[in-house]
């Protein structure tokens, strides 16, 4: 349901829904705002933003330069993964992402917590992609594009060093859920529905092994970090959990990815 890109002066005059996304990357927490919207058949307009850089021009409209974003009409920007969530369950119709039974929701919500949140599996392996580069001098061309990034995301040598071991845990519960659940006979990581989290792991299974370049056209410098493990989190990864993301992918959301205005 994702309509084409717009600009961010062009977008502050439109109505209906704007999300605002990181451009060139299948950043996890952009995708997954994507992919909610799309199942529950919003419209909504693409405006870039640009990872690493000042986004001057989306502070004034927002108040903030990180994305996602989603904003609807005149409401206040919502940048929250939880946030978004409802939103697409508000304006959306059809069958909802949120399971019917309170416990189940509430599993739904704490797994994406993990997946999501700070401190979290994408904020782990952001600190371990961010790694490399602050190791360099800082005067290095990639400290001076990369330093205020990390910053912003509360970079710290410790932080990164005990990432792998948090990533790794996170994806040992998405993996020990997906296993019981089809030994109960669901193909689904809550009950018997799609839900939300499914989406979300789906997204943020980029950040293990990104979709093939024919349907992610991605620079492969990035592709290639994405794609760079750690025996811990190598231990935790089972064929379910890719499996698992293609076949959400193929079945529910848009492909081949839209990455760029």
């Not at 939103?87 to 993990?114: K, N, T, W």
């Amino acid at each position: 349901m994702s309509g084409g890109w717009t600009t961010i002066e062009k977008a502050r005059r439109q109505p209906g829904l704007r999300l605002v996304v990181t451009a060139g990357v299948p950043g996890p927490w952009g995708e997954s705002a994507k992919g909610v919207l799309h199942v529950r058949g919003v419209p909504f307009a693409k405006v870039p933003q640009h990872g690493g850089g000042p986004n001057d021009d989306l502070v004034d409209w927002t108040g903030e330069s990180n994305a996602p974003q989603a904003i609807y009409e005149d409401e206040r920007a919502r940048s929250g993964w939880s946030e978004i969530i409802m939103l697409a369950e508000r304006l959306g119709q059809g069958d909802s992402l949120l399971p019917e039974d309170a416990a189940d929701r509430a599993q739904m919500f704490g797994l994406i917590h993990e997946l999501a949140s700070e401190g979290g599996f994408g904020w782990s392996r952001r600190l371990m992609l961010l790694a490399p580069i602050m190791s360099l001098p800082e005067d290095h061309p990639a400290r001076a594009t990369f330093g205020a990034m990390a910053m912003r995301y509360g970079f710290d040598a410790g932080l990164a060093e005990a990432a792998p071991a948090r990533a790794a845990l996170v994806v040992g519960l998405i993996r020990d859920q997906l296993r019981s659940q089809h030994e109960a006979g669901s193909e689904f990581l809550i009950g018997d529905h799609l839900s939300a989290l499914d989406v979300y792991w789906a997204a943020f299974a980029a950040l293990i092994q990104p979709l093939p370049e024919d349907v992610c056209d991605m620079p492969a410098g990035l592709r290639a970090s994405y794609a760079t493990m750690h025996p811990l989190l190598d231990a935790a990864v089972d064929p379910i959990l890719l499996e698992h993301r293609d076949r959400i992918y193929e079945q529910y959301l848009e492909m081949p990815l839209d990455l760029a205005p």
